[in-house]
Nanobody, 124 residues
Framework: QVQLVESGGGLVQPGGSLRLSCAAS????????MGWFRQAPGKEREFAGS????????VYPASVKGRFTISRDNAKNTVYLHMNSLKPEDTAVYYC?????????????????WGQGTQVTVSS
């Protein structure tokens, strides 16, 4: 049974930083592209970035590029989302996802497994 468990969310002030973690089990972690998505109340789930199977490359949307960085530790079956210079508009539930398709896709339907999400609130 595949499980993705996010942690590290919370309340942070604008301009602050936060690191989210996603621990995977039940799958061959290094065979999966890992992505991060987020969903704000009343909005569709949106792509926040993804990283290749070995973590040597990543892609990000314009909304987070230069502020968010994804890293992974295949020995620990864990992927991280490092978020800096946080803005109130970054407030959302953040999800990690695993794709066996091989590409660092922004499309939700190309991800096979999802975590339950962790809340990030950026507010003063």
């Amino acid at each position: 049974q595949v499980q993705l468990v996010e942690s590290g969310g919370g309340l942070v002030q604008p301009g602050g930083s936060l690191r989210l973690s996603c621990a995977a089990s039940g799958l061959t972690f290094s065979s999966y592209v890992m992505g991060w998505f987020r969903q704000a109340p009343g909005k569709e789930r949106e792509f926040a970035g993804s990283t290749s199977r070995n973590g040597d490359s990543s892609v990000y949307p314009a909304s987070v590029k230069g502020r968010f960085t994804i890293s992974r530790d295949n020995a620990k079956n864990t992927v991280y989302l490092h978020m800096n210079s946080l803005k109130p508009e970054d407030t959302a539930v953040y999800y990690c996802a695993a794709s066996g398709k091989g590409a660092m896709t922004p499309r939700t339907y190309e991800y096979d497994h999802w975590g339950q999400g962790t809340q990030v609130t950026v507010s003063s």
